[in-house]
């Protein structure tokens, strides 16, 4: 079955650098997500992209968060001048042709840690 | 706003019986509701969702789920709990006024006694 993969699935950054967060949705999907869980709290929607643009987007996030599909293939978020409240696990999701917001598949999620 | 509340942090069962985890919801139009299910240091499994028709809905691994427009509500059901049912749930839900984002409930811990 195909699967949404992220990488790393652990980051440890100190505080003040960026990070970049990787995914590879699946192959036909045609919207990408990013979603956040702090430590065994509620998840928490972050960004929804579609056709190479930012479809919709949370307080969350603001400007110190960025999206990007660089090559058609990755997906991938960047956090600039990371901050001890980012700890949390990040969650990239696709979604096929007609099911955008109704049908996702989610990745194993990449736990990222500031220090 | 969309919201939804998960009103139990746990709820424990034996195994065999019958589980019910509790979910209700809020949103502007209609509701396109789902249950997820997270096991320990994994992502988020898919079991089941609510669209459009029927309003029970079956998933995987022997879930169901009722949407009850009245009682804005969308419980997770199982008529025989296994021990391996353990793990989070999350309800979330998203409405059809447009735009992608699902809103999750807080989650709800179900811990299956054998």
């Known amino acids: 079955e195909p699967e949404v993969t992220q990488t790393p699935s652990h980051q440890v950054t100190q505080m003040g650098q960026e990070v970049i967060l990787r995914c590879v949705p699946i192959s036909n999907h045609l919207y990408f997500y990013w979603y956040r869980q702090i430590l065994g709290q509620k998840v928490e929607f972050l960004v929804s992209f579609y056709n190479n643009e930012i479809s919709e987007k949370s307080e969350i996030f603001d400007d110190q968060f960025s999206v990007e599909r660089p090559d058609g293939s990755n997906f991938t978020l960047k956090i600039r001048s990371t901050k001890l409240e980012d700890s949390a696990m990040y969650f990239c999701a696709s979604s096929a042709p007609g099911q955008a917001g109704i049908g996702y598949t989610f990745g194993s999620g990449t736990r990222l840690t500031v220090v | 706003a969309q919201s939804v509340a998960q009103p139990e942090d746990q709820v424990n069962v034996a195994e065999g019986n019958p589980l019910t985890v509790k979910c209700t919801y809020s949103v502007s139009g209609n509701p396109y509701l789902f249950w997820y299910v997270q096991y320990p240091n994994r992502g988020l499994q898919f079991l089941l969702k609510y669209i459009t028709g029927d309003n029970l809905v079956k998933g995987s691994y022997g879930f169901e789920a009722e949407f009850n427009k009245s009682q804005t509500s969308f419980h997770l059901k199982k008529p025989s709990a296994l021990v391996s049912d353990s793990a989070l749930y999350f309800c979330?839900?998203?409405?059809?006024?447009?735009?992608?984002?699902?809103?999750f409930g807080a989650g709800t811990r179900l811990f299956v006694k054998a």
């Open positions: 979330a839900v998203r409405d059809d006024t447009g735009g992608f984002k699902t809103i």
